[in-house]
């Protein structure tokens, strides 16, 4: 066919050519376009393509498939003019094409391993009242072209310029416009040339202001790149200048300092490899750079750290345990396993440090101790307090990339300590808490391991530093909240409660001295009465520990000091002072101050501070009620023991008319509820043991009540309590006055072993109690109680719930009665 002939082809007519598909290539008309053609069909299609014009019809795949069918083929495709045709070496064909038009595919048939299609030809449009919108695409276009930074060939801009055709327009705008092929498609696909127009406008608005940000995020990364080599280029030529000058600085970033003090250092090859590592990136780096001042920090804290120093221990055993007994009274087991290390150590230099847990209520001395087992060793020592951390970056540290990034506490501490073998308190290490951040108890598996401790490593550092040196002590006051992982590691040492003898002796030796020096009274002989002292204890400071005690006292002293002055500063002539002088009957506002008068001399002053002095300073006793001496039913005094000491619990029972529920009030823990439903089963099943009527929890029901409410109380311990208060509520017979219990029971009759056996027997010494009722089990805890306990008070060993019931009533009390 002729080329005059396809030129009057109308709309209308139908042709066949060959078709060759096309993947990931789009084609628009009156444009020009290089492709390769490699497929065996593509290749019989284009050999077939003959006449003077040589046209094919190239279709346009769905899919990426390499043999694809009528239904992979979209229907409008392009009728294309082959210009130029390059076969090479390979078999493939490098093949230049013209669009011509587009067109609608009819068909597709396959002859003599040739695909022809048979189309339609897609009628033109003149652009007749679209001259706005040809006009507003052309401006897109210009404003594409200006912002891409590939330049776009003149050729193409000047094609889209002279272009008054819709159709055109849009193929030569397409042809250069990067944007993804299936995008491309639905402008050849529409039909509709003033929606083609439209979209395209759309799109070409979208790629100006997506270049028009990239190119913005480019200059400005360009220009910080341009400043960064004005400066380096600014630092050379200052370098330079100095050198001219004489006045060269030969190490800007002190990376030559910090390596000769590395090579100073004992550090094993590990570390050394690392610091040095760094210290060659310092060097590499401008002195102003954020990463140089990163790294710098991180080179001193390798530095500062005590790397191979440490102190020398104490030998002496006889002046270790003076010392330890100068800074505290008793506590013997603490103190024997301080002197047990100082033994072992002399005989043998490589020894693990222990890890020692000190347990016990509050004011009892345990952080104090801790500091006492430094001076005893002749160590350094730090503390930590854990109470309250809850991230593990605590205990381990950040990563340096992170800004203001530091060592943990740990190496933190070892740092201000000077030495690797210092004594170390965790203080509180039963306070911690864990959150999304991470569970520090965890970080402190490996710390407090023996085993794993000598290669610590922090997340700062990226080091291992050795902690096998150091003596780690952990105080608690509670065993239970700590992990059982963590508490394996460690070796517990109970600190409990004082007796009052022990309380008296601590006073007056370790107390009282303290506080005359901290209220002004030195040089006076301040002498307190064993009365004042007994009062103070028993009526204001009913604790495990001292700390209610040294307050009590320093508020004597502070009354002591200011009436003293007030009678120095208030009176004329020779300042004398006697005993009855020293009551505060005066108010503070009424005193006349001289300040011009000189201070009293309290050299040779001595003064017996009496019980009335002590009520008088402190005000009311602030005693508890004495619930072991009334004899009322339904009322049993147990014993408990929490992370504050031990105590007095009293059990109330109540049986009255009502549906049969037991009723538990006083903020109960789960396993104290239990008990109180074991005690009754119990009842209900010896029921005629204990002379109990047959119905005597038949519509009835039955209230068990903890006062002070307003403290949590748990745990099995108060099984002997329970079933007394409930037996006597049944019976209406009130317990044995002076009697205290404490023990664990069983639906079986037995009585298990319970803890804390020294705070309960203080606390109910503390209450008035002579008697404690007491599981078998528990003999050799009594066995090892103060010998002044075990002198004023008696215990009652017990392995049968029955038996212990027994001598917690009144003799006659269980006479077996008959059935009616």
Same mark, same amino acid.
């Given at each position: 066919?002729?080329?005059?002939?396809?030129?009057?082809?109308?709309?209308?007519?139908?042709?066949?050519?060959?078709?060759?598909?096309?993947?990931?290539?789009?084609?628009?008309?009156?444009?020009?376009?290089?492709?390769?053609?490699?497929?065996?069909?593509?290749?019989?299609?284009?050999?077939?393509?003959?006449?003077?014009?040589?046209?094919?019809?190239?279709?346009?795949?769905?899919?990426?498939?390499?043999?694809?069918?009528?239904?992979?083929?979209?229907?409008?495709?392009?009728?294309?003019?082959?210009?130029?045709?390059?076969?090479?070496?390979?078999?493939?064909?490098?093949?230049?094409?013209?669009?011509? @038009?587009?067109?609608?595919? $009819? %068909?597709?048939?396959? /002859?003599?391993?040739? #695909?022809?299609? !048979?189309?339609?030809?897609? =009628? +033109?449009?003149?652009?007749?009242?679209?001259?706005?919108?040809?006009?507003?695409?052309?401006?897109?276009?210009?404003? @594409?072209?200006?912002?891409? $930074? %590939?330049?776009?060939? /003149?050729?193409?801009? #000047?094609?889209? !310029?002279?272009?008054?055709? =819709? +159709?055109?327009?849009?193929?030569?705008?397409?042809?250069?416009?990067?944007?993804?092929?299936?995008?491309?498609?639905?402008?050849?696909?529409?039909?509709?040339?003033?929606?083609?127009?439209?979209?395209?406008?759309?799109?070409?608005?979208?790629?100006?202001?997506?270049?028009?940000?990239?190119?913005?995020?480019?200059?400005?990364?360009?220009?910080?790149?341009?400043?960064?080599?004005?400066?380096?280029?600014?630092?050379?030529?200052?370098?330079?200048?100095?050198?001219?000058?004489?006045?060269?600085?030969?190490?800007?970033?002190?990376?030559?300092?910090?390596?000769?003090?590395?090579?100073?250092?004992?550090?094993?090859?590990?570390?050394?490899?690392?610091?040095?590592?760094?210290?060659?990136?310092?060097?590499?780096?401008?002195?102003?750079?954020?990463?140089?001042?990163?790294?710098?920090?991180?080179?001193?804290?390798?530095?500062?750290?005590?790397?191979?120093?440490?102190?020398?221990?104490?030998?002496?055993?006889?002046?270790?345990?003076?010392?330890?007994?100068?800074?505290?009274?008793?506590?013997?087991?603490?103190?024997?396993?301080?002197?047990?290390?100082?033994?072992?150590?002399?005989?043998?230099?490589?020894?693990?440090?222990?890890?020692?847990?000190?347990?016990?209520?509050?004011?009892?001395?345990?952080?104090?101790?801790?500091?006492?087992?430094?001076?005893?060793?002749?160590?350094?020592?730090?503390?930590?307090?854990?109470?309250?951390?809850?991230?593990?970056?605590?205990?381990?540290?950040?990563?340096?990339?992170?800004?203001?990034?530091?060592?943990?506490?740990?190496?933190?501490?070892?740092?201000?300590?000077?030495?690797?073998?210092?004594?170390?308190?965790?203080?509180?290490?039963?306070?911690?808490?864990?959150?999304?951040?991470?569970?520090?108890?965890?970080?402190?598996?490996?710390?407090?391991?023996?085993?794993?401790?000598?290669?610590?490593?922090?997340?700062?550092?990226?080091?291992?530093?050795?902690?096998?040196?150091?003596?780690?002590?952990?105080?608690?006051?509670?065993?239970?909240?700590?992990?059982?992982?963590?508490?394996?590691?460690?070796?517990?040492?109970?600190?409990?409660?004082?007796?009052?003898?022990?309380?008296?002796?601590?006073?007056?030796?370790?107390?009282?001295?303290?506080?005359?020096?901290?209220?002004?009274?030195?040089?006076?002989?301040?002498?307190?009465?064993?009365?004042?002292?007994?009062?103070?204890?028993?009526?204001?400071?009913?604790?495990?520990?001292?700390?209610?005690?040294?307050?009590?006292?320093?508020?004597?002293?502070?009354?002591?000091?200011?009436?003293?002055?007030?009678?120095?500063?208030?009176?004329?002539?020779?300042?004398?002072?006697?005993?009855?002088?020293?009551?505060?009957?005066?108010?503070?506002?009424?005193?006349?101050?001289?300040?011009?008068?000189?201070?009293?001399?309290?050299?040779?002053?001595?003064?017996?501070?009496?019980?009335?002095?002590?009520?008088?300073?402190?005000?009311?006793?602030?005693?508890?009620?004495?619930?072991?001496?009334?004899?009322?039913?339904?009322?049993?005094?147990?014993?408990?023991?929490?992370?504050?000491?031990?105590?007095?619990?009293?059990?109330?029972?109540?049986?009255?008319?009502?549906?049969?529920?037991?009723?538990?009030?006083?903020?109960?823990?789960?396993?104290?509820?239990?008990?109180?439903?074991?005690?009754?089963?119990?009842?209900?099943?010896?029921?005629?043991?204990?002379?109990?009527?047959?119905?005597?929890?038949?519509?009835?029901?039955?209230?068990?009540?903890?006062?002070?409410?307003?403290?949590?109380?748990?745990?099995?311990?108060?099984?002997?309590?329970?079933?007394?208060?409930?037996?006597?509520?049944?019976?209406?017979?009130?317990?044995?006055?002076?009697?205290?219990?404490?023990?664990?029971?069983?639906?079986?009759?037995?009585?298990?072993?319970?803890?804390?056996?020294?705070?309960?027997?203080?606390?109910?010494?503390?209450?008035?109690?002579?008697?404690?009722?007491?599981?078998?089990?528990?003999?050799?805890?009594?066995?090892?109680?103060?010998?002044?306990?075990?002198?004023?008070?008696?215990?009652?060993?017990?392995?049968?719930?029955?038996?212990?019931?027994?001598?917690?009533?009144?003799?006659?009390?269980?006479?077996?009665?008959?059935?009616?």
């Amino acid at each position: 066919m002729s080329r005059m002939k396809l030129t009057r082809l109308r709309p209308d007519d139908k042709r066949e050519l060959p078709l060759i598909p096309l993947r990931e290539l789009v084609v628009f008309p009156h444009n020009v376009i290089p492709f390769f053609v490699g497929r065996k069909g593509s290749l019989n299609a284009l050999n077939s393509a003959t006449g003077s014009e040589r046209e094919v019809f190239l279709a346009f795949q769905k899919s990426a498939t390499d043999d694809p069918g009528p239904e992979d083929i979209h229907p409008i495709g392009t009728v294309a003019r082959v210009v130029q045709v390059l076969k090479l070496p390979d078999g493939n064909m490098r093949v230049l094409v013209e669009g011509r @038009y587009r067109a609608q595919l $009819k %068909k597709i048939r396959q /002859k003599k391993d040739v #695909t022809w299609g !048979t189309f339609k030809k897609l =009628p +033109d449009t003149d652009g007749t009242g679209m001259e706005a919108l040809i006009k507003t695409v052309k401006n897109d276009f210009q404003a @594409y072209a200006k912002l891409h $930074k %590939k330049k776009l060939p /003149k050729e193409a801009i #000047t094609n889209v !310029t002279k272009s008054d055709n =819709p +159709d055109k327009l849009v193929g030569h705008i397409c042809s250069v416009l990067e944007i993804e092929t299936d995008r491309k498609i639905k402008f050849l696909l529409e039909t509709d040339t003033q929606q083609r127009l439209e979209e395209l406008s759309v799109v070409l608005q979208m790629e100006n202001e997506l270049l028009g940000l990239r190119n913005n995020i480019s200059g400005r990364v360009k220009k910080r790149m341009e400043r960064s080599q004005k400066e380096y280029f600014l630092n050379e030529q200052l370098k330079e200048i100095h050198k001219e000058l004489g006045s060269e600085e030969a190490d800007p970033t002190g990376a030559q300092e910090l390596e000769r003090k590395l090579h100073e250092m004992d550090l094993g090859d590990e570390v050394r490899e690392k610091a040095l590592t760094e210290v060659k990136r310092l060097a590499r780096l401008q002195p102003m750079s954020p990463e140089s001042g990163v790294l710098r920090t991180y080179l001193e804290w390798i530095i500062d750290l005590p790397w191979g120093k440490r102190t020398t221990d104490r030998h002496d055993i006889a002046e270790a345990a003076l010392i330890l007994n100068t800074d505290h009274f008793g506590l013997d087991k603490p103190k024997e396993r301080i002197l047990d290390f100082i033994a072992v150590r002399q005989l043998k230099t490589k020894v693990k440090s222990p890890i020692l847990c000190f347990v016990g209520p509050p004011g009892t001395g345990k952080t104090s101790l801790g500091r006492s087992v430094a001076r005893a060793l002749d160590r350094k020592f730090v503390r930590i307090s854990l109470g309250g951390v809850r991230d593990e970056a605590e205990i381990r540290g950040h990563r340096k990339t992170y800004v203001g990034a530091l060592p943990g506490k740990i190496i933190q501490a070892l740092k201000r300590a000077g030495s690797i073998n210092p004594v170390f308190l965790l203080d509180e290490v039963d306070k911690m808490s864990n959150d999304y951040r991470g569970d520090p108890s965890s970080a402190l598996l490996e710390v407090l391991d023996p085993e794993q401790n000598d290669s610590f490593t922090d997340h700062y550092l990226e080091v291992p530093f050795d902690l096998s040196e150091v003596m780690f002590i952990t105080t608690a006051n509670s065993l239970e909240n700590i992990p059982h992982a963590l508490r394996d590691r460690m070796e517990v040492i109970r600190v409990p409660g004082y007796t009052t003898t022990e309380k008296k002796n601590i006073a007056r030796h370790f107390i009282i001295p303290k506080q005359i020096g901290e209220n002004g009274l030195e040089g006076a002989d301040v002498h307190f009465k064993n009365e004042s002292l007994d009062l103070l204890i028993r009526g204001y400071t009913l604790e495990s520990g001292v700390r209610n005690m040294e307050r009590a006292i320093s508020q004597v002293m502070r009354k002591l000091t200011r009436k003293l002055l007030h009678d120095e500063q208030t009176r004329p002539g020779r300042w004398v002072i006697n005993s009855s002088a020293l009551h505060l009957n005066q108010h503070l506002s009424s005193v006349f101050i001289k300040p011009e008068r000189d201070m009293p001399e309290l050299e040779g002053f001595h003064l017996e501070v009496s019980p009335s002095m002590v009520r008088d300073y402190l005000g009311k006793e602030r005693l508890e009620d004495d619930l072991g001496t009334m004899g009322r039913p339904g009322l049993a005094p147990g014993l408990y023991y929490d992370g504050g000491g031990g105590g007095v619990l009293p059990i109330e029972a109540r049986i009255f008319d009502g549906s049969g529920k037991l009723i538990l009030t006083g903020q109960l823990g789960d396993v104290m509820k239990e008990s109180a439903q074991i005690a009754l089963s119990y009842l209900r099943a010896n029921k005629e043991i204990f002379g109990l009527k047959a119905d005597f929890d038949k519509k009835k029901d039955i209230h068990i009540h903890v006062p002070q409410g307003a403290i949590p109380v748990d745990g099995p311990s108060a099984g002997i309590a329970l079933t007394a208060a409930l037996l006597s509520a049944a019976r209406l017979i009130p317990l044995k006055t002076g009697i205290a219990m404490t023990g664990e029971v069983t639906l079986t009759d037995r009585v298990l072993p319970i803890g804390g056996v020294k705070e309960k027997s203080l606390a109910a010494r503390r209450r008035g109690f002579k008697t404690i009722v007491i599981p078998e089990n528990n003999r050799r805890d009594v066995e090892e109680l103060p010998s002044e306990v075990k002198e004023e008070m008696t215990f009652l060993f017990h392995e049968s719930l029955g038996e212990a019931l027994k001598d917690l009533f009144p003799a006659g009390t269980f006479r077996k009665t008959s059935k009616k």
